[in-house]
Structure formats: structure tokens, C-alpha cells
């Protein structure tokens, strides 16, 4: 059986930064390394929200990556 090792986790936010002459969105990514593996979905989108709340371009939407070790 694999063990599952986490290592290190990314939040990534995905705002909307204006528009080209198509009228489709461009879009900007900020990212938020080195979170640790206590954080549950629910706090990370509110934390996610706070931070949004503070930029001046609409937020798009919000992930979590995971790095893990397999073995």
C-alpha cells in the first residue's frame, strides 16, 4: 500500500483584470506558498475572500495545490 506524505500546499488566487478587444477577460494569478496541512477548505476561502477584498479586481476563483510524496 502507497503512504501519502504532505509536503507543502499553494493558494492561488485568480482575479479579472480587465478585458481585450474580444471582450474576454484577462486574467492575473496571485499566489500564497508554504501553507501547512492544519488549514481546512472553509478557512482557506475565507481568508481567500479577506485578501480578495482588498484588491480592486474582481476574484475569479480560488485553488489549493498540494504537494505530496508518494511511496
Do not use: C
Amino acid at each position: 500500500m502507497a503512504n501519502v506524505n504532505f509536503i507543502d500546499a499553494t493558494l492561488r488566487l485568480k482575479y479579472v483584470t480587465g478585458y481585450n478587444e474580444q471582450n474576454e477577460p484577462k486574467f492575473a494569478t496571485k499566489s500564497y506558498r508554504h501553507l501547512n496541512n492544519s488549514h481546512t477548505a472553509e478557512s482557506l476561502v475565507d481568508v481567500a475572500h479577506a485578501i480578495a477584498s482588498l484588491s480592486s479586481y474582481t476574484l475569479d476563483s480560488i485553488a489549493k495545490q498540494e504537494t505530496t510524496d508518494l511511496s
